[in-house]
């Protein structure tokens, strides 16, 4: 028997609880792995709470970070004993995911632990702190260096923003936080940020050029904010757009694109490949400094995910989540 939080929906409605279940419940997979640790993602959130159509089958157990030990594995390059992490993949929208004590998986969809992190780090960077250096690599991929001016980060507070802030700063960038959480303006500069700016400014229909002020940006909002942000990009500035915090909308021009040169990199960590998730892994081991990922982190229980995950829907949460599944 196993812990998890189980989502259901049925003719009683759309739930998320804490349960009990049997072993043989678990999906197919070619790895059975002992979960430590989870975290708790914006996903999650929309799955948890069923605001955003995020899973796809019922019932689901949702999680799409997870670490842990393998149990037992007839996958060629693992064995029991190894730990490894999982992030995306479908794990906790149509997989049933890491918010539970074992988890059974496809062996193609993990990477090993990186040595330079602890299965609780591990979580703590989760999908989002990947995404975020995803988001960084992106800006360089795309020749954004820290003299060509400053980079914006949206949802800054929030856990992509976070780890982007802290990564940025780390690298040498000048970040510039925006954020509609006043009070955690020196949460912000403790990560790297040097100037925090409100997010209402932001957030708002505006026009289709504005004054050019970003080098680069790291969009985790969408909609308007979006808008705004690839309107005042500097010539040849470049955004990695991830999020759709505000809105899944785009109510934008062309003019920042074929006047000034703009560019627009999407970035999904669902399903990149996995040379570039080796590759952001790898990144994270080099430039995310473990004393500030412990100062965005805050840990919970398994029993405390659904309460939590609510929280994150409302915009409440700091940072990242890492969930203790034991
Ligand atoms: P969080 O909830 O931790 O952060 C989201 C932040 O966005 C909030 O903290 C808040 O920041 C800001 N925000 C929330 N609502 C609004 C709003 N209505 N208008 C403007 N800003 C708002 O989520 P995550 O960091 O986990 O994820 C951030 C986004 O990135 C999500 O949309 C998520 O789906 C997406 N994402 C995408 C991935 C991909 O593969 N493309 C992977 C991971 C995440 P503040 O309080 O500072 O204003």
């Known amino acids: 028997m196993f812990k998890a939080i189980l989502i259901e929906k049925d003719n009683a409605g759309y739930r998320a609880g804490l349960t009990e279940m049997d072993d043989a419940r678990l999906p197919d997979g070619d790895v059975t792995v002992r979960v430590a640790y989870s975290s708790l993602n914006y996903k999650d959130g929309l799955a948890i709470t069923g605001k955003g159509p995020v899973v796809r089958s019922f019932p689901m157990v949702p999680g799409i970070d997870l670490v842990g030990t393998v149990e037992a594995s007839s996958h060629a390059a693992y064995q ?25 998986l496809k062996g193609d969809w993990l990477v090993p632990l990186p040595a330079a992190f602890t299965p609780r780090q591990a979580m703590a960077i989760g999908t989002a702190g990947y995404t975020a250096m995803l988001c960084v690599l992106a800006l360089e991929r795309h020749g954004v260096t820290p003299d060509k001016g400053e980079i914006l980060v949206t949802g800054a507070a929030g856990g992509v923003g976070s780890v982007a802030v802290a990564l940025l700063a780390r690298l040498g960038y000048t970040v510039v936080a925006s954020t509609g959480r006043a009070a955690e303006a020196d949460y912000l500069k403790s990560l790297g940020a040097a100037e925090i700016i409100d997010r209402n400014l932001l957030s708002v229909p505006g026009k289709p050029l504005a004054r050019e002020r970003w080098a680069g940006a790291v969009d985790t909002v969408g909609s308007h904010t979006l808008a705004n942000v ?35 990199a999407g970035v999904d960590s669902v399903y990149c490949p996995r040379p570039d998730r080796l590759e952001a892994w790898q990144r994270l081991a080099r430039d995310l400094d473990p004393a500030v990922l412990e100062s965005l982190t805050t840990e919970i229980g398994l029993d405390e995910a659904v309460a939590v995950a609510t929280e994150l829907m409302a915009g409440q949460v700091r940072g990242r989540v890492v969930v203790d599944v034991n």
């Open 80 to 104: 029991a004993g190894d730990t490894v992490v999982l992030n995306g993949w479908g794990v906790g929208e149509v997989h049933w995911g890491g918010l539970a004590q074992r988890a059974r």
């Open 230 to 264: 690839c309107a005042a990009m500097k010539y040849r500035g470049v955004v990695a757009a991830c999020g759709l915090a505000q809105g899944a909308d785009l109510p934008a021009t062309v003019m920042p694109f074929i006047l000034r040169g703009v560019t627009l």
